[in-house]
T-cell receptor
């Protein structure tokens, strides 16, 4: 079975500061990793995904994440936070043959202050 | 293009009642998945259907059931509602099944409150 741990349920950054949201995964087979964002009263929107190949993945809205197998991590970063980035962020894992079953972390709420 | 649409958006039920939630996938998507998101937690996988057949089931009781229709739309049914069933129910569609690299596109959800 796979699992995801998101460190920090709430993260607060100033506008223009670096955003770093942490995600560690557990999987006995090569994982597929995802970051989703959820704005209030909305569904989940895919930010980026890692399947195979390049370990540094670029997504939408200036976000990127790096797959580090040795650290079992897939942290999400953005060089400069914007007010519109305030939302809930979820890391998720799946593996081949699991029929669209994503295992999500508990989420990190990002607050961006002036 | 229309995204994943879910109905109703909000509903209130009482304990013991039954509820049906509906989902229309993106055109061309044959796979539909259902997730339950309790307040303050990440979504949890309930079911996945592909070509009208169940392809996966999460750790939910038999009170939860689902089906997929020939037009690939789907229904999630929950019987004998409990207070703990209060949650946001998310539907997601994707092109195919079998690959963990599927990109799921989520709807906005149906928020169920059980009193």
């Amino acid at each position: 079975a796979q699992s995801v741990t998101q460190l920090g349920s709430h993260v607060s950054v100033s506008e223009g500061a670096l955003v770093l949201l942490r995600c560690n995964y557990s999987s006995s087979v090569p994982p597929y990793l995802f970051w989703y964002v959820q704005y209030p009263n909305q569904g989940l929107q895919l930010l980026l995904k890692y399947t195979t190949g390049a370990t540094l993945v670029k997504g939408i809205n200036g976000f990127e994440a790096e797959f580090k197998k040795s650290e079992t991590s897939f942290h999400l970063t953005k060089p400069s936070a914007h007010m519109s980035d305030a939302a809930e962020y979820f890391c998720a894992v799946s593996v081949a043959g699991t029929a669209s079953k994503l295992t999500f972390g508990t989420g990190t709420r990002l607050q961006v202050t002036l | 293009d229309a995204g994943v649409t879910q109905s109703p958006t909000h509903l209130i039920k009482t304990r013991g009642q039954h509820v049906t939630l509906r989902c229309s996938p993106i055109s061309g998507h044959k796979s539909v998945s259902w997730y339950q998101q309790v307040l303050g937690q990440g979504p949890q996988f309930i079911f996945q259907y592909y070509e009208k057949e169940e392809r996966g089931r999460g750790n939910f009781p038999d009170r939860f059931s689902a089906r997929q229709f020939p037009n690939y739309s789907s229904e999630l049914n929950v019987n004998a509602l409990l207070l703990g069933d209060s949650a946001l129910y998310l539907c997601a569609s994707s092109l195919d099944t079998g690959s963990g690299a599927n990109v799921l596109t989520f709807g906005a959800g149906s928020r169920l409150t059980v009193l």
